[in-house]
């Protein structure tokens, strides 16, 4: 009998095992039926995916026995109703039946394994399961309205439950969930405050209140109702999608982290500040706004080719000025083309498009864009991330060390390179301060004068920049190495002169080298046509026509200004000043010491009086021709500008490329007539900088609207007779179009008394002269030509074969005459009365 009871219960066993499973579904039973190892429909392992065969017996059933094997299940699209049997796959653990379109309820209470569900696309409006374990579900496009069964889930990670019908969601408790995603329902208010949510996705809503984590990695609550939105809780480093388009937007605060992705599209905002997410980007970011309200939008950091700035109605100021294509601003000997691939197209109210230097040509290109003014100076400082290196140069006068109270250096050049490249100068301001842009790469920063007057210490500095938007500190502290007494000085045209008005001149005299020096400037000028009508400071002494001005402790790299007011004679006056007529004047240093560059101790200026004139030119002081001996020596260019708009400008810049003729690395700043900022790149660029200059427009303040700056330049060593250095300035006044000066030219020629090597090929009398003027050859030659300039290389009379000149219609003051012959070519000087 014992016997009989042991075989019994093996039987009934046997037969519980082998149970077959009722699968009233059809379409569910042939699925589960057609598992095989090549399909993607049943593993028995979960990690490493392994497919298997459900109906090992091949009977066309599945048993008990079978479905405990599965862990992972599949049965998409098969156009299922109902998945009873499902209860006896106890094992599951991944459980995935999408798009059966037939499919109302899920019944998954039997299965207590399971973590993984995807049941989205369906149309299920209930849900029964045991989720102690569930670690993931996706539910979305179906009918559910709550997630009540959902109640136990503690740890639960993701949460996708899109295009459902929830009017309202409680995530409160589910201390676990990271990534949340209910876009395309009906809620209108969502609170995940509380949790450790990382990634939220609630778009397509009625939501009008979003309170959120403040560890979040991306987020997206496009199109809801939302009228403002504060992210600076946002401090997750990781922080890098953002989608806050078309809502009700009319102020945002942006988290100071970077993004990747960052759409700002529709919404109500006419001005947006995305300066935080600017300053904390080291990559490029794919940006999108389109059907904006937007009247200004700054774009500060690099964007991706997929970003989008289009159909702004309202757009009239773009900055895109963004770092992208600044390469050949931070490698100058690599060259670079430009082709932005990024889509800021359709905006028809666009006035003023600001872009990288590298940028220009390709945008100036776009037909669409012709009445827009196309500029790189929305900003003064690069676009995009970069670093900054920042300091000052003081002269040790002590001999103690460099402390606050010692003299600041002015004007000096700092030299910037990267590796065999040089990448530019700064110049230190009034201040002796200096800022200086760069990528990320070390750069070499080092102090450079004009004369090797000093020791410096440290004798230059490294960077060691780890990343992008930081700053470091290079200050450096100089000593002379001997005594070295060096006095500059220099006439600078501050306005024109013009017969009848005032004219306005500055002295600029300075001291170079390394003593404190006192001692005299002196100012010659045409006294029989030029009156003086004040002088700042008062004139210490007066002979004739020449004023001096004594001056006392002029210490190293002081510079100090005088200012003269002359006025011209008009054309009524006797002698009379006509336009056209040349002034001559000459300024002069003397001190008790002897001085190691005399030749900047004195100089001549000669200016052409006009009538009318341009407020915004530029000139060279040296004139449009001058002797081929004169190649070694300095140059000294200003450019004058004035406000002539009807509002203030806030910002001036002056552009100036220089000639390939000069020796960039010889630039000295001279004088400017307010604080400014400078820069040389990319070898000739020039820039000068007046950052909050506020110069009130000429109709308010005609004498404070008026700004100069100026600078001297070497020409190269190898200039050869006849060779022209052209210049020009592009003056920017705030977001206009620059105002391009006139074109200065000097032509070097022969302008001394001999030419050629011939010194005596003829002469002149009488010299001084009145009326006329008489050529003697002085050997058996033939005149071929004659022709008489004035001391600016201007053509007056020319004159063929003919020995004598009629000079009677020339104003008083100095000529050159150069003469032709066969035997060569001379030029003379002569004085007309």
């Not at 935080?276 to 937007?294: C, D, H, R, S």
């Not at 990320?440 to 500095?461: C, G, H, K, L």
């Amino acid at each position: 009998m014992k016997q009989l009871y042991i075989l019994l219960f093996l039987f009934v066993c046997s037969i519980s095992i082998s149970q077959i499973i009722t699968i009233p579904d059809a379409n569910f039973k042939a699925k589960l039926l057609a598992a095989n190892t090549t399909n993607q429909i049943a593993s028995s392992t979960i990690n490493s995916f392994t497919p298997m065969v459900i109906d090992t017996n091949g009977n066309g059933e599945i048993e008990v026995s079978e479905a405990l094997l599965v862990k992972w299940l599949n049965v998409p699209g098969s156009s299922v109703a109902s998945l009873e049997g499902i209860q006896y796959f106890t094992n599951l653990k991944d459980f995935r039946c999408n798009n059966n379109s037939n499919l109302t309820s899920l019944d998954l209470g039997e299965i207590m394994t399971l973590t993984y569900l995807e049941c989205s696309g369906n149309v299920i409006s209930s849900i029964n399961m045991n989720e102690n374990d569930l670690l993931q579900i996706e539910a979305s496009y179906n009918q559910l309205q709550n997630i009540d069964f959902l109640q136990n889930a503690n740890s639960i990670v993701n949460l996708f439950i899109e295009n459902n019908e929830f009017n309202t969601l409680d995530v409160s408790s589910f201390s676990t969930l990271k990534r949340l995603r209910c876009g395309y329902n009906n809620l209108s208010s969502l609170d995940v405050s509380m949790l450790s949510l990382t990634q939220l996705d609630c778009s397509n809503n009625q939501i009008t209140s979003l309170l959120l984590s403040s560890n979040m990695t991306g987020i997206d609550f496009s199109n809801n109702l939302l009228t403002s939105i504060d992210l600076t809780g946002q401090n997750n480093p990781n922080f890098s999608y953002l989608n806050i388009a078309n809502n009700l937007l009319n102020s945002v605060t942006f988290p100071t982290v970077g993004l990747y992705y960052l759409n700002i599209s529709g919404n109500l905002y006419t001005s947006i500040d995305l300066q935080p997410i600017a300053g904390n980007n080291n990559y490029q970011i794919e940006f999108v706004a389109m059907n904006t309200k937007l009247t200004s939008l700054d774009v500060n950091f690099p964007l991706t080719d997929d970003s989008y700035i289009f159909n702004n109605l309202d757009l009239v100021s773009l900055n895109i000025k963004n770092g992208s294509f600044d390469g050949c601003q931070y490698y100058p000997a690599v060259t670079c083309t430009i082709s932005p691939n990024y889509t800021a197209s359709n905006n028809p109210n666009l006035q003023f498009l600001c872009v990288d230097e590298d940028e220009v040509n390709h945008y100036m290109d776009n037909p669409e864009l012709a009445n827009t003014f196309i500029s790189t100076y929305c900003s003064y400082t690069p676009g995009g991330s970069y670093n900054t290196i920042s300091g000052n140069i003081k002269l040790d006068n002590g001999s103690n060390g460099c402390d606050a109270n010692d003299v600041s250096a002015i004007s000096i050049p700092i030299k910037i390179t990267f590796s065999v490249f040089s990448y530019g100068n700064s110049y230190t301001n009034q201040n002796g301060d200096y800022v200086v842009y760069v990528p990320s790469e070390d750069r070499i920063i080092t102090p450079q004068f004009e004369n090797p007057y000093y020791t410096i210490s440290p004798s230059n500095f490294t960077s060691s920049f780890v990343g992008v938007n930081q700053t470091q500190t290079a200050n450096f502290c100089i000593s002379p190495n001997g005594v070295h007494p060096d006095l500059e000085v220099s006439i600078l045209p501050i306005s024109p002169a013009r017969p009848g008005f005032d004219a306005t001149y500055k002295i600029i005299f300075k001291n170079k080298g390394t003593e404190t020096q006192s001692g005299t400037v002196g100012f010659t000028f045409m006294d029989t046509v030029l009156d003086l009508v004040s002088s700042n400071p008062i004139v210490s002494l007066q002979e004739g026509n020449t004023l001096s001005w004594d001056f006392v402790d002029l210490l190293p790299f002081e510079t100090r200004e005088i200012t003269v007011v002359l006025n011209v004679n008009s054309p009524m006056e006797i002698p009379a000043v006509n336009n056209d007529d040349i002034l001559n004047f000459s300024v002069s240093i003397v001190s008790s010491l002897t001085d190691e560059t005399p030749n900047d101790n004195q100089m001549d200026f000669n200016q052409l009086v006009v009538g009318s004139y341009d407020p915004n030119d530029k000139t060279v002081l040296q004139g449009s021709q001058i002797d081929i001996s004169k190649v070694g020596d300095y140059l000294y260019y200003i450019v004058r500008f004035q406000n002539t708009g009807t509002y203030a400008a806030e910002n001036v810049v002056i552009k100036d490329f220089l000639d390939i003729k000069l020796n960039w690395s010889s630039l000295q700043m001279v004088s400017s007539s307010h604080s400014y900022r400078s820069s040389l790149t990319e070898g000739n660029k020039l820039e000068v900088f007046y950052e909050g200059i506020n110069l009130p427009p000429s109709s308010e303040d005609e004498a404070g609207s008026n700004g100069y700056f100026s600078f001297k330049i070497k020409p190269k060593s190898n200039v050869v007779l006849n060779d022209v250095i052209e210049n020009t300035a592009n003056i920017y006044f705030d977001f206009n179009f620059p105002i391009i000066t006139n074109t200065v030219s000097t032509t070097f020629s022969n302008l001394s008394n001999t030419s050629y090597g011939r010194n005596e090929l003829f002469s002149i009398f009488p010299n001084p002269t009145k009326n006329s003027l008489n050529i003697n050859l002085l050997s058996e030659n033939e005149i071929q030509n004659s022709v008489i300039y004035n001391l600016l290389g201007q053509k007056l009379i020319s004159s063929k074969s003919q020995h004598t000149i009629d000079v009677s219609s020339l104003q008083q003051g100095t000529y050159l005459i150069e003469v032709e012959t066969k035997s060569g070519t001379v030029t003379k000087r002569f004085i007309k009365n």
